[in-house]
């Protein structure tokens, strides 16, 4: 067997290094692209973990979502009702409460809504007459009423004379809101 020179030698080496730098170039190709592809998995993990608990717990989301539709009712008025209608109905509402406590409702009006993160606030002007006593008794029901009316500001002023012989007459303003959940 015949011995190869060094110029032979550096020859082998050289090809052996040319057809083996394609396989080292794809090797590190191959393994950059391993390394990505698992940073963008450790990535989304966490992500994935959370759907998957989502989902394993749509159904107790779903009832207790439906435990805070029930629960909103009676502070909101319902999508399904115009924003109108439920101006309407609040005002209504108020103007029986204030005559049943023995007010006079001398005048009432339902003012535009404002928006605000995803419930219309309808606002109501309410005046009224009447003695203290009658405002009290208003005023100790309606937070009792649902959905939930809100005093937003109150104006008290005395009306005509003060007489010792009878009780003093107030007359009342009252600023009022309600919600109302904006139609989906």
């Known amino acids: 067997m015949k011995h190869l020179s060094r110029q032979d030698w550096v020859l082998l080496a ?5 057809c083996l730098t394609p396989f080292v170039l ?4 191959v393994a950059n692209k391993h390394a990505a592809a698992q940073e963008q998995l450790d ?13 394993a717990s749509a159904e107790k989301m779903d009832a207790e979502f439906d435990v805070v539709g029930q629960r909103m009712s009676q502070f909101v008025y319902p999508s399904d ?5 439920a101006g309407n109905d609040a005002q209504q509402r108020v103007r029986s409460v204030l005559s049943t406590a023995g007010l006079t409702v001398v005048s009432s009006q339902v003012l535009p809504t ?8 309808i606002s109501l002007s309410v005046r009224a007459e009447g003695e203290l006593i009658h405002l009290q008794a208003a005023l100790a029901v309606l937070p009792s009423l649902t ?10 002023q005395v009306v005509g004379l ?10 009342t303003e009252l600023k009022l809101s309600v919600l109302h959940r904006k139609p989906a």
């Open 114 to 121: 404002k928006e605000e993160q995803g419930f219309e606030r």
């Open 43 to 55: 990535r989304l993990e966490p992500r994935y973990a959370r759907l998957i608990g989502l989902r």
């Open 81 to 85: 009702m115009d924003a109108t209608q």
């Open 147 to 156: 959905p939930v009316i809100l005093v937003d500001g109150i104006n008290i």
């Open 162 to 171: 003060q007489r010792e012989d009878r009780p003093q007459r107030l007359g």
């Open 14 to 18: 050289l090809t052996v290094l040319v």
């Open 26 to 29: 794809l090797g590190s190709y």
